[in-house]
């Protein structure tokens, strides 16, 4: 058996010499080891952003300018309920019912609440478990306004 693999690493070796002597090598091992394709991921902040955006101006086509009235709702509350104690984004949700008309996703809050950010008027201050029961405690961010916001 170990004299059969001897004979078969000879074959192969002279099988490479006599293809390397005609030109042929480099081909053969282009297709003895084709190259993989290379696939990007998206990583999760641009999904995440992706869908931010996705689930806002899909609300904005159900309900025109409704993430300008939902900003404007987040800006009046925050200078209402900031600085005492924070608040989630569920919070804002519920206090803007029958004020600012339901998106079609939830979701839609989160651009919202990222431009409020952005913007300088609200920032993060930890966690707290949500209370809806669909999403079973989960923590999520807590804000609050930034000292020299005066809504």
Known sequence: MNTRRKFVGLLNKQKKSILKELGYIDNLLEIM??????????????????GMVQAETHADEVHPKWSDLAYKFLEHYVGIKGMREGFLTEDIRFASIYIV???????????????AVKNGI???VGYRNVTNEKAHCTPATLWNRTKFTFR
């Open 122 to 124: 609200i920032h993060k």
């Open 33 to 50: 080891q084709p190259k993989q394709k290379e696939i990007t991921f998206p990583s999760g902040e641009e999904l995440r952003d992706i």
């Open 101 to 115: 008309p339901e998106p079609p996703s939830k979701r839609a809050w989160g651009g919202v609440v990222v431009r």
